[in-house]
Structure formats: C-alpha cells, structure tokens
C-alpha cells in the first residue's frame, strides 16, 4: 500500500471548493503548517492554486510539488472540477513524466514502458487529502509561479498546453539545483536537483525487476531505495490517518498512452 498525500493550501481548498480537514499535530503546535515528508511507503505532495493577475485575472493555476524532491508538476489554468478530478489528471502526469524520465535517463528503455505503467497501476494506492502548508516546499511552488508567469510574459499566452507546461517543468523548473533539508529537524541544507530525485523514486516505486544493474542490499533486478534514513514519517502517517482519504479512480492513466509508446518502438 502507498500512500499519497495531498498537503493542500487554503487557496487550493478555496479553488476547489472543499473544506479539507486541517493535518492534525502530533504536539499540538504549528497547525496547520506543518512540515510533509516522503519515504518509502509515503509519497507527500504540497498543492497550490495561485489566482492570475492583470489580463490572467479569470485564470487560475495550480502547482504540486512533491516533499523530498521538490519535483513540480504544472496544470496552467487547468479548471479543475473536484477533488476526484484533480486525482485523475495528477495521477496521469505523474505517471507519463515518471515513465518519460526513467526513459530518458538510461535507467529503462522504451520496451520497458507498457511494463511501468502496469506497475503504476497495480500498487495500491490510499489518498489523502488535508488542509495544511508546508512554508520550505511552499517556497518552491512560488520559484515554479515565477518561471509559469514569466512564460506568459514572454510569450503573450494566457495558457500552456500540456506539453507546454511539461516542457518547462522537466527542461526549467526541475532540472535545476535546488536547496532543503533533508528531512525536518534537520541542522544542514543539502543542494540536490529535483529530476534526478523524482526520478529515483519512481525507479524503487515502480520499475521492479528493470534494472540490468545490481545494487548492494538489493533484490535483483530492483532499483535501491533511495530512503534509507528514518525520517518519523510512520508517526505522520498515523496522524494523517485521520483525515478523510479518496479513492483512486480506475482510469487513473489511460493504459492508451502506455501502447501508443510502446508502438513507436
């Protein structure tokens, strides 16, 4: 079972017209603030919706960034309908840029990607969903507002297409270093580019058995688990556990892609 949650900000709840619970406190202090983290069984998400302004003022875009690797992915102005939509085009493009750079990386190889996809597909996933902001990855959200707003600046466009918004995401946004704790509580930043952490982990989640390499401590054929440290996340979980968690729609990625990949081989 992995578990995936959404830290959503109060203009995100705003935007998608939901009253999420906020993330409850462990100790009692800094609700509603509090720090996300990822490791092997949990992958955190910060989500934001930032409102455009000037000739975008009727145009409104939602950013996620992920908690270890502040990997963004970017929805330009993308009107979302509900929370169960908002799971369904996520769960697409983290899939489809997951499979893009394990690709493009070396790690796999396109016979390799109807394979991902199963995998994908086939670990069960229970999604949460809580009202909370995490300030260190928020601040990364407004780094990627800043490359989505000169995009529009520059080109005259109110809103990128989904290539558009890949693009910038994996070529910009993601490919350059960036700085953060590696865990909370921790005393030292560490520089680290957000590509080639996501990247990580999308090999150990869901490219089992595609390594031609072997790695120490590793069952053949795996990819390594890029979180060997404790971070107290089984202690959020447990917290987050009560929160109220949503499904996962069958049709999360549409398996149509993953052949359409697999005919251009």
């Not at 406190?25 to 989500?47: C, E, F, L, M, Y």
Request: charged share 25%.
């Amino acid at each position: 079972m992995l578990q995936v949650i959404f830290s959503a900000t109060n203009a995100f709840c705003k935007y998608i017209k939901e009253d999420l619970a906020r993330l409850p406190s462990p100790d009692g202090k800094r609700i509603g603030t509090q720090p996300i983290t990822t490791d092997a069984n949990t992958i955190s998400w910060q989500v934001h919706a930032i409102k455009g302004v000037g000739r975008r003022r009727n145009y409104t875009d939602v950013i996620a960034v992920e908690a270890r690797s502040r990997y963004a992915i970017l929805f330009s102005h993308p009107q979302f309908s509900s929370l169960e939509d908002f799971v369904k085009r996520f769960g697409r493009r983290w899939a489809n840029e997951g499979v893009d750079m394990a690709v493009e990386s070396g790690a796999t190889v396109e016979e390799q990607v109807q394979t991902m996809f199963d995998q994908f597909l086939a670990i069960e996933k229970e999604m949460f969903f809580c009202r909370n902001t995490d300030l260190s990855v928020n601040g990364h959200v407004s780094d990627a507002d800043w490359w989505l707003s000169g995009s529009y600046e520059n080109y005259g466009h109110n809103i990128l297409t989904e290539p558009e918004e890949t693009w910038l995401g994996m070529e910009r946004i993601n490919c350059v270093h960036k700085k953060a704790k590696p865990f909370p509580g921790a005393k030292h930043q560490e520089s680290f580019i957000p590509m080639s952490r996501m990247v990580d982990d999308w090999l150990f989640r869901f490219a089992r058995g595609l390594s031609q390499w072997d790695y120490p401590q590793t069952p053949d054929g795996d990819f390594p688990n890029p979180f060997p440290i404790s971070t107290g996340t089984d202690e959020k979980r447990a917290v987050v556990k009560k929160v109220e968690s949503y499904p996962v729609p069958d049709n999360v990625i549409s398996l149509d892609e993953a052949r359409k990949r697999k005919s251009r081989v």
